[in-house]
């Protein structure tokens, strides 16, 4: 029998379990300052599957994959933007492997870190970029492609349309906010939570949602203006484990595993549907979430 897509496990009334961090997982298995993060998952590759299966281990019914600066534009920086189809297609062929035939690899695709509103890049530029990557992460084995940390309204579109047109993998989008002097949650770019839920919608993502900039009290926030704007549509949440704190020069992520898992309620009631990690949150971090939404059904 074929696995069950994201979306219609959702419509059975499931709350998902998403993984968490990779970038700061991938520093403790011995990435140095400056290497490209990506290119691990052709000279590291045991290391970065190893990532994603402690996630599955810890409970996650999903991880990423090691491809979130894999478009075109960011490999440029390391000289490999003639390895994209490579390094991508390998990345979500590890995260599948690590998966196995039962979980879903929802590969990462990050933004390309231009601005088209300067004029330097063209949108059929950006599009091409994104497809490209888009296609190698379908051919390793992604059941989903998760677009995310977006700013920009017109670059998350591009990227939400160059993968329904070229792929059938289901499409997540997230954008990451801040809070700003008014108290209202922004992108860098002015985004409100709830035009980028109605923009991500109407470009046709399956799943919308938020990532990184805020631990899980925040993100309460954030999911119940969404929700409010699209009142069907998925919303997954990656939470950092709290805001950073400064210590001896490093940033340390203060919230707990408990502190995290206590507000798994709260953001379900507020709309979420999918619940997983970003910054500072590790397998002890899932493993909590997992058994707060299990709870849930109790």
């Not at 997540?172 to 839920?197: H, L, Q, W």
Request: aromatic letters at 4%.
């Amino acid at each position: 029998m074929a696995k069950q897509k994201i979306v219609a496990a959702i419509k059975s009334g499931r709350i998902l379990v998403s993984d968490g961090a990779w970038g700061t997982f991938l520093q403790k298995k011995g990435m140095k300052p400056g290497e490209c993060p990506e290119l691990w998952n052709i000279e590291h590759a045991a290391d970065v599957e190893d990532i994603g299966r402690s996630y599955i281990q810890a409970g996650a019914d999903m991880i990423e994959s090691d491809s979130f600066g894999g478009t075109s534009f960011k490999l440029k920086h390391f000289g490999l933007e003639g390895r994209v189809a490579a390094i991508n297609e390998a990345a979500a062929r590890i995260s599948r492997q690590a998966a196995g035939p039962d979980k879903w690899v929802i590969a990462s695709v990050g933004p390309t870190g231009q601005m088209l509103a300067l004029g330097d890049v063209s949108e059929e530029q950006i599009f091409e970029s994104f497809r490209e990557q888009s296609v190698a992460l379908a051919k390793g084995g992604a059941d989903a492609l998760c677009i995310e940390t977006m700013s920009a309204i017109d670059e998350a579109v591009l990227a939400v349309q160059a993968a329904r047109k070229h792929t059938s993998c289901e499409v997540i989008c997230t954008f990451t906010f801040e809070k700003n002097t008014k108290d209202e949650y922004r992108t860098m770019m002015g985004v409100s939570p709830a035009d980028a839920a109605r923009a991500l919608v109407e470009a046709g993502a399956h799943v919308i949602g938020t990532n990184c900039g805020n631990g899980m009290e925040r993100m309460i926030e954030i999911v119940r203006e969404m929700r409010e704007a699209t009142p069907t549509t998925p919303i997954l949440v990656h939470a950092n484990a709290g805001l950073p704190k400064s210590v001896n020069g490093a940033d340390i992520f203060p919230d707990t595993p408990a502190d995290m898992a206590k507000l798994v309620p709260a953001l379900v009631a507020a709309g979420a549907n999918i619940i997983g990690g970003c910054c500072g949150t590790t397998p002890a971090h899932i493993n909590a979430i997992r058994k707060a939404v299990d709870g849930l059904k109790k």
